[in-house]
């Protein structure tokens, strides 16, 4: 099994950046599939991102397309996520998790094994 630590929440002003850590712990990250996921309180668990432990295939939520950018540094055992043009309603709890087997369905958070505990994000206006 493979333990999991997000880290680099914090408060940012709209328009601003923040770099959020997974770090891994147990195995080696290149062994599963990763992705990232957000929740606000009242509302269910939002699909991200998602990144395949070989090759170039991400995939990305049309609500951060073109601003957030998922990246791995398997030397490093770490995930990472860049979010850039923060906007308030980019404001929840973010957490990474992975899968041992291949992702059929990366949206979906049944299809994922390991989760972390998550990091505060908040964006004011």
């Known amino acids: 099994q493979v333990q999991l630590v997000e880290s680099g929440g914090g408060l940012v002003q709209a328009g601003g950046s923040l770099r959020l850590s997974c770090a891994a712990s147990?195995?080696?990250?290149?062994?599963?599939?990763m992705a990232w996921f957000r929740q606000v309180p009242g509302k269910e668990r939002e699909f991200v991102t998602n990144?395949?432990?070989?090759?170039?295939?991400?995939y990305y939520a049309d609500s951060v397309r073109g601003r957030f950018t998922i990246s791995k540094d398997n030397a490093k055992n770490t995930l990472y996520l860049q979010m850039n043009s923060l906007k308030p309603e980019d404001t929840a709890v973010y957490y990474c998790?992975?899968?041992?087997?291949?992702?059929?369905?990366?949206?979906?958070?049944?299809?994922?094994?390991?989760w972390g505990q998550g990091t505060q994000v908040t964006v004011s206006s």
């Open positions: 998790a992975a899968s041992a087997r291949t992702i059929v369905r990366p949206t979906r958070e049944s299809e994922y094994d390991y």
């Open positions: 147990g195995r080696t990250l290149a062994s599963y599939d």
């Open positions: 990144i395949r432990r070989i090759g170039t295939m991400r």
